[in-house]
């Protein structure tokens, strides 16, 4: 061991604090950085043939739970699923109306079943008859309003959906962009603690977007798999999502129906993309919007069913549904009715076919009983047709001893896929309350769901942060350490030159 | 005579403090010299005559003490490929003696074997590790594809492959857990990306249908396949259902199978392989689909659940790289690192040893070239059988003492003044003796 040497190894732990202090500087600087993972230099006591020969300063470190971090962005993925489902639903909620306004479907049944008994009371009154069709007016309306929302409620998802595909594709870029750096900064021996701490922001973002776990591999490179079992790995070229042109859905439906598949290498991978906004949005846009839009024209279709078949064609017939697959759906003939209904031009007209009706029906055993309408120069009092409606079409028989052929819950929608959350009653009031109440209950129980998972996700949040953020009290008291152990080596250096000092004069 | 000899040997005295002097000198001048190595003085006597009666004066001859074998320190560097020896040894290096091809990109070596401790390596634009005295760094081939090291020759180490070919997949493993109740109507599908042998990336869609309780049928398609995406199916079978005797929920038995695939058969523990062939346009490529063992639960697993859950999916084709950084590792390894996440040993570094390192010659350079009294060179693996370790991205500073080296200034000269004393000591006397004769 030499003076040269002693020079050598204080010189080495200086050049390892100031090291350390770049890293620490770095960790005070990002305290306030969303996903930075505080950073450690590591050290490690150098030899040679036994030889202590002073500090080396190693690559630089993250301290982060990565276990956690996967739980959290697992939970990101929950909780930015159900935001976009709250906002989607909530934005369809005022059109559902509210009993207390009167404005609801099940109130605007109610109100057309109370003109009817009105007009029992005075079958002739002309107003009576108007009251009727205005009501049913309004009962038609609040129909096209629902329809016309989820139908919006479809384009909304589908529009961000191409969005946030654009988005996704971006983050890929970035994302292996990243790894392929990381990866050479790894195989260089270089800190890739830096590069880890931006990868996560990025890693985080992507969570949000979609249900997708990140796994590591050996080299440093990452592979990004979905929940629905599609894997990626992320290296250049990043692998990029197309996603299906913005179209208008209405009357499209995917697969089959006009809406294409997002596809990754030509390869349909909707399917795999679950979980986060996009997988709420496709959750939204092929089953949630369109089992209601069902369950709306099924019950159009039995609110004008049930009434033809008592003899009063009260509203337009539908006009017939588009429906591109082979087999024949349930719904064939009415698909997309509750967007169009509205009140019998004829019925607008002349008022009085609301007690004279309009239809004959021929008696059958399971259907309505016989019945011929009134002419219109019968006789005023008529109740005939007001009786079967107010008896049959809004009760729960047909006919005395003849239950209603009970509303379809199954097999609804242009392919025959959906079905309705509800076994609604055999009456129609029953349904309008099944419907309005089966979807403000997923209103509430999608706003419930996210108030408590938005509580699991603050809590994973700050566990995460309590174990991986930046402590600045920590930080200080290590810059007292390396600002003690700076002077201790540099006190060594000073004792060196002395000592040299002392060799030089020693030689004359 | 004796006066006279006395000057002589006082004169040899003032010659070899003066040699003594010269190496300390040496020795401080190169005091921050990498891999340097210092030279010590030894002093040997000459007699004249010397017996019970009678004894006159010597003289004294200075030799030089090569300090070969000491350890000088080792301090980090900011250069990653910077090598530092720990121990005894010595880095294999030649000289250029000359160059051919445009702008010298071939150089010629001598082919006289130089052997060095000097290790602050950089790559020079021909791709050669060359130290700061501009040596080249040596090393022994590494076989790309094997991996084995070819101990046989030595030979100035060069960073030319640029570019890493794509490797065609041809074995996946896929852990993952099919749901025992999936939901009914569409199958449970997976995407597994693979590479063709250009790197081109595909996609192979694994449709998964259950037929009955624990037993389900796998099809696989290949949408890029020039012939048909339809790569075939397979029967997948667990727990007892499959008639073999393995825990529920693990893979019994794999069968039925149409189209490319072949399957394996049931043998305890046996490794439960789909294997199926695919075209995309480079000839055919046979692709192992690894589901684990049979009756274990470290692949396919079919548990309860009601979605597809992967735990883990890894596939051996690699798309093509270019180069990206090259590193040295504590084995000697000089790895050449590639974009795509690649890396390729092309060579180790071994580590030199001799019976006797004292007795090399010097060169220039802080080089050093083998002796008859040396001994032959010995090319060993960094660490084993007596050679020393390597430390990466640090280097070896010279082993001079600069306050050892002051003590021996202070004692030769003290020495030589001394020296110098006895010859005017003997002149003064020869004077005197000159004035006896009037």
New interface residues.
Partial sequence: MSLDGALQIATGGLANINRQIAVLSQNVSNVNTPDYAREVGTQTSATAGGQGLGVMTGAVQREINLQLQQQLFAQNATVSGLATQSTALAAIDPVQGTPTQGNDLASRLGQLQDAFTSLQADPANAAGQRQVVTAANGLAQQLNALSQAYGTGRQNAQDSLVTDIGTLNQNLTTLSDLTQRITAARQAGLSSADLDNQRDTTMRQTSTLLGVSFIPQANGSMMLATKGGLTLQLQTPAPQFVAPSTVAVQSTFYPAGGIGGITLNGVDVTRALTGGQIGAELTLRDQTLPSYQGALDEFANALNTRLAGQGLQLFTKPAGGTSTVVSTPVQAGYLGYAGSIAVNPSVVSTPSLVRDGNVTVVGSASGGAAFTPNSATGQAGFTGLIQRVIGFSFGAQVQAGVAQSAPATQGLGPDGTLSAPFQPPADLAGFASAIVSSQSSDVSTVSNQLTSETAVQTALQTQLSASSAVNVDTEMSRMVELQNAYGANARIVAAVQAMWTQLMQSVP | MSLFGAMNTAISGLTAQAAAFGNISDNVAN?QTVGFKRTDTSFIDFLTTSTAKENTSGAVVATPDYINNV?G????SDN?LAL?I??QGFFPVSLATGSVGTGGSAPTFSTLPNYSRTGDFTMNNTGYLVNSAGEYLNGWSVNAASGVVDRNSLAPIQVNQTVYNPVATSAVTLA?NLPATPAA??P??????VYDGLGT???V?LNWTQNAQNDWTVSINA??DVTSAARGTADVKFGTTSGNGVPDGTIGSLGTATGSITTTSYAAKGAANVTFTSDFGQGAQTITLALGNFGSSTGLTQYAGT????R???QDGV?PGSF??I?TKASGDI?V?Y???Q?RTIARVPIITFADPNALQRQNGQAFTATLSSGSAIADDAGTNGA?GL????I??SN?????E?SK??VA?RAYSASAKMVTTADDMLQQTIDMKR
């Fill in positions: 005091s350890q320190t080792v301090a980090q990653p530092a720990t121990g993952a109507g569409s449970v599908s997976s995407q597994v990306n990336v595909h996609t869609t949408p890029d979605t597809y859950s992967l883990g999916l890894t798309p990206s950084s590193t790895v690192n974009d795509n996440g890396t020393g430390i990466v991205g640090s070896e500073q001079v003492d600069i306050a050892q002051f200034l202070i000269q």
